[in-house]
């Protein structure tokens, strides 16, 4: 990567060789695809489209390099990880605009996924030393029952585009500190941070295998993950679909799963609440990414008695959002990610309006990229912005009468990720809490994401957790030795 005097992006070539056993290189037969800009359609990379054969290769890599990588001391396992941490602070404004370039997010959300990124592998390194065995009592004298944490083997992980750094370092972080070595299939929007993340470890002497990435077509490179015998666990961060894809797939070699998947988040007001805090965090949380981010709310309950003044005060902060090129500091709203995204996001749109739904703001395409942040009300129940992921900057506002209505509302989907609510009643508070069938609960809090804490979803938004010492135990196997003295 380069960088010029500011210590800005200055367009030079960035990586676009994958990084397989310690090497840098392209495709078997020299196949690459096309990276674009969302903001500007310009391809700024080619980068290899691998397939089976590199597959199997990177995978045979990681499974040869594990022995030794799991009988390092933990410490010097998280000494490469502190490293890689510092790299990313100190290349944090690099690594931010090569993100915005692929991915189109403002250069602040950027900024911020790289220190969120960095923090996992900060937490993970320090969290290494920590992975405890235990000794548990025994039933008869003369034995001894030890409990022993090793570390898993092989992990295969595929990632989205959403969070091109974040959604990389929260496996391999956890993966590398506790022993097991990584094969990662970014994704093909975005595959350039990865690449770079790749670099900073290579420049911290991560020994050759122990981390690979490969880019190419998903579907041979997943066979191969789910086929190789070394691979002990899929990990993967997408949609719905392609886990449920993954999971039959890891069925038959039994390969343990951790499945982070589509959300539908409900976002609940109630007329207790705050109002400018509960427009304030709907705003920071329904528009960051432009609204496509797992866990951003895609439903905003708010009770009647103060639902039209709540629609206005987002409506109002929503309309004065700055839309632009993710690489313009003003820029809040970025472009949509792909065509395949902006038509979903109209799909719901004109959908919710054919059924009655008032446009308060937005509703528009912006210079075919852009979908301007959108607020409606009066949206009914069988709306697909209020059955679906919408993955875009749309808030349909819904008024409800009474907490039962609104949890028995929140909790009528199949999905389980995040859910939101306001208010300042601390009975509520716990109740609506323990209440709604979601793994992340946001209570007058918008942001709820932190490296220590667990991050996953219940029912069809996925299994296992990232994050905090749960991040951690996903990687590694329990063995009870039992000892006759
Ligand atoms: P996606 O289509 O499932 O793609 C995710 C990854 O899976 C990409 O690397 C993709 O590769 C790969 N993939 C696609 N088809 C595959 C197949 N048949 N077999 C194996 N891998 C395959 O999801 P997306 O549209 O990129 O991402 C958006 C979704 O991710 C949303 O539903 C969002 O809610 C979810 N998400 C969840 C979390 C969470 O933590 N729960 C976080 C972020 C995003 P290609 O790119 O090469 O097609």
Request: a neutral charge; proline letters at 6%; aromatic letters at 8%.
């Amino acid at each position: 990567m380069g960088r010029d005097r500011d210590g800005d992006w200055d367009g030079a070539p960035v990586k676009t060789v994958n990084w397989i056993n310690g090497a840098w290189e392209g495709a078997d037969g020299g196949a690459t695809f096309s990276v674009r800009n969302p903001a500007t359609g310009e391809e700024i990379a080619r980068v290899p489209d691998c397939g089976a054969a590199e597959a199997r290769r990177a995978l045979d890599a990681a499974a040869a390099a594990f022995p030794a990588w799991a009988a390092l001391p933990a410490i010097d396992r998280a000494n490469v990880l502190f490293n890689v941490y510092a790299q990313m602070l100190t290349r944090a404004r690099e690594l931010a605009a090569l993100l915005t370039r692929e991915n189109g997010k403002p250069i602040r959300e950027a900024l911020a996924e790289i220190q969120y990124a960095a923090d996992f592998v900060r937490w993970s390194a320090e969290e290494a030393r920590r992975v405890y065995g235990e000794t548990i009592p025994a039933s008869v004298a003369g034995k001894r029952h030890l409990v022993l944490k090793q570390p898993l083997g092989v992990v295969a992980a595929i990632t989205p585009w959403n969070f091109p750094a974040a959604m990389i370092t929260r496996k391999v972080a956890p993966a590398l500190a506790a022993g097991c070595t990584v094969v990662i299939k970014p994704a093909e929007q975005t595959p350039l941070s990865a690449l770079a993340l790749a670099e900073l470890f290579e420049a911290a002497m991560l020994p050759p295998g122990v981390l690979n990435v490969i880019t190419g077509n998903p579907e041979p490179i997943a066979k191969e993950m789910l086929a190789h015998p070394k691979v002990r666990k899929i990990a993967f961060t997408g949609s719905t679909e392609v886990g449920k894809l993954l999971m039959r797939g890891a069925a038959d070699g039994l390969k343990r799963v951790a499945l982070e998947l589509g959300g539908h988040a409900p976002f609940i007001v109630f007329a207790d609440a705050d109002l400018d805090k509960a427009a304030d965090g709907c705003v920071a949380n329904k528009f960051r990414n432009s609204g496509q981010t797992c866990i951003c709310a895609n439903r905003v309950y708010v009770q009647q008695e103060v639902h039209d003044a709540f629609a206005k005060k987002l409506a109002d902060r929503a309309s004065a959002l700055v839309i632009g090129d993710g690489m313009d500091e003003k820029t809040q709203i970025g472009p949509m990610i792909d065509e395949g995204g902006l038509k979903k996001v109209i799909e719901h749109v004109e959908d919710a309006k054919r059924r009655g739904a008032k446009v308060l703001c937005g509703g528009r395409v912006r210079d075919g990229k852009w979908f301007e942040p959108t607020v409606m009300t009066g949206v009914p129940a069988e709306a697909r912005v209020l059955r679906e992921e919408t993955f875009g900057p749309v808030a349909p506002v819904v008024a409800f009468r009474t907490e039962e209505e609104v949890l028995r509302l929140a909790n009528d989907t199949p999905y389980g990720l995040a859910a939101y609510f306001f208010t300042k009643d601390a009975s509520r508070l716990f109740r609506v809490a323990e209440a709604l069938e979601y793994g992340i609960i946001g209570v007058n809090d918008p942001s709820p994401g932190v490296p220590q804490a667990p991050f996953g979803g219940m029912k069809e938004s996925g299994m296992g957790r990232e994050g905090g010492k749960w991040g951690i135990e996903e990687y590694v196997e329990v063995k009870h030795v039992s000892i006759g003295l």
